[in-house]
């Protein structure tokens, strides 16, 4: 066996000179890929510009004899048109273009992954299902890297929605832009803006490491009574200033107010707590801001290697088929 797998190499598509060989073997790859609109050559030039190095196609004997396209659009990776010469089956090549598919999927932060296939396509599901993909309903294949959805806990901060005075608004449209994401909403709270029950219950979520990501909305500004910044600052180990940063920077292009927003964010143990805004439109606004950073910060969190891979860019993998 492991001859077979020596006669061919890795490399990431070429456009335009790989284009033709690659829309020969999907065309002869049977029904499983159905050609249409958007696999002519600009729409590949489109996509290429999205995701340079998630197309990949596998050489032997000077020509291509397998390839597969992927696609991350920060929340979630597709994976499609996973294609190898029937001439050159059941050598390992296709698991070989999807293990380095994935690995560099996880490199940019992606931790789950759809597979689109058609029902009629058995054989590419039973191929799929060795490769431990779980099955979702119309042949929709998804399968999660490094421990699954990431887990976000909302703790709304407000005296006034804690004694039921108001309505909290902020913490329902929150879960509502978690869930958009894909991410899991695995707990929600609200509480008044008291410093130390707000640090004991930070640091609790932490510390019990259910949660990945722990958002706040509210007690973030001037009043004499915000003090979710301080009560973040007292349990986190270390701060993560960028991400403040980068939201204040955002939210100063709509109000010069953004100056005055206090908020904070660090990291307890493997959870992140980031501090929004108390508005509902500023919290969504703020989150969707750090949004296509977050599925890469959690994975460094989880400690898996891949992340940190994808991290170091000198760092190289060479995947299992291939050859320097």
């Keep these: 066996m492991k001859e077979a797998l020596a006669e061919f190499t890795l490399r990431t598509f070429r456009f335009p000179e790989d284009y033709q060989a690659v829309y020969d073997l999907w065309s002869r790859a049977g029904p499983g890929i159905q050609l249409r609109k958007s696999d002519e050559p600009e729409e590949i030039a489109k996509k290429l510009q999205r995701d340079p190095d998630l197309f990949l196609v596998a050489e032997a004997e000077g020509r291509i004899i397998g390839a597969v396209m992927g696609?991350?659009?920060?929340?979630?990776?597709?994976?499609?048109?996973?294609?190898?010469?029937?001439?050159?089956?059941?050598?390992?090549?296709?698991?070989?273009?999807?293990?380095?598919?994935?690995?560099?999927?996880?490199?940019?932060?992606?931790?789950?992954?759809?597979?689109?296939?058609?029902?009629?396509?058995?054989?590419?599901?039973?191929?799929?299902?060795?490769?431990?993909?779980?099955?979702?309903?119309?042949?929709?294949?998804?399968?999660?890297?490094?421990?699954?959805?990431?887990?976000?806990?909302?703790?709304?901060?407000?005296?006034?929605?804690?004694?039921?005075?108001?309505?909290?608004?902020?913490?329902?449209?929150?879960?509502?832009?978690?869930?958009a994401h894909g991410w899991e909403v695995a707990q929600t709270a609200v509480l008044p803006d008291e410093l130390g029950l707000l640090r004991d219950t930070l640091a609790a979520w932490a510390d019990g490491g259910a949660y990945d990501i722990i958002l706040t909305t509210g007690g973030t500004g001037f009043a004499p009574r915000d003090v979710t910044p301080e009560a973040t600052l007292a349990v986190v180990e270390k701060q993560a200033p960028g991400l403040a940063e980068a939201m204040r920077a955002a939210s100063l292009q709509v109000t010069p107010h953004a100056m005055l927003s206090r908020a904070v964010a660090g990291i307890r143990g493997r959870t992140l707590i980031v501090n929004l805004p108390g508005s509902p439109k500023a919290a969504v606004e703020n989150l969707a801001v750090i949004?296509?950073?977050?599925?890469?910060?959690?994975?460094?969190?989880?400690?898996?290697?891949?992340?940190?891979?994808?991290?170091?860019?000198?760092?190289?993998?060479?995947?299992?088929?291939?050859?320097?």
């Design 291 to 324: 949004a296509p950073v977050l599925p890469h910060a959690v994975q460094l969190l989880r400690e898996a290697p891949e992340a940190e891979a994808g991290h170091h860019h000198h760092h190289h993998h060479q995947p299992k088929g291939g050859r320097p």
């Design 71 to 179: 696609g991350f659009d920060g929340r979630r990776g597709l994976i499609y048109h996973l294609a190898v010469d029937p001439a050159f089956r059941r050598r390992g090549i296709g698991s070989t273009l999807m293990a380095e598919l994935e690995r560099r999927l996880v490199a940019k932060g992606c931790l789950r992954a759809y597979l689109l296939v058609t029902e009629e396509n058995q054989e590419t599901m039973a191929f799929y299902r060795r490769l431990g993909v779980g099955d979702h309903a119309h042949g929709d294949y998804g399968e999660d890297f490094g421990g699954g959805a990431m887990r976000v806990a909302i703790l709304t901060v407000s005296d006034r929605a804690y004694r039921g005075e108001r309505e909290d608004l902020s913490g329902p449209a929150l879960a509502e832009a978690v869930r």
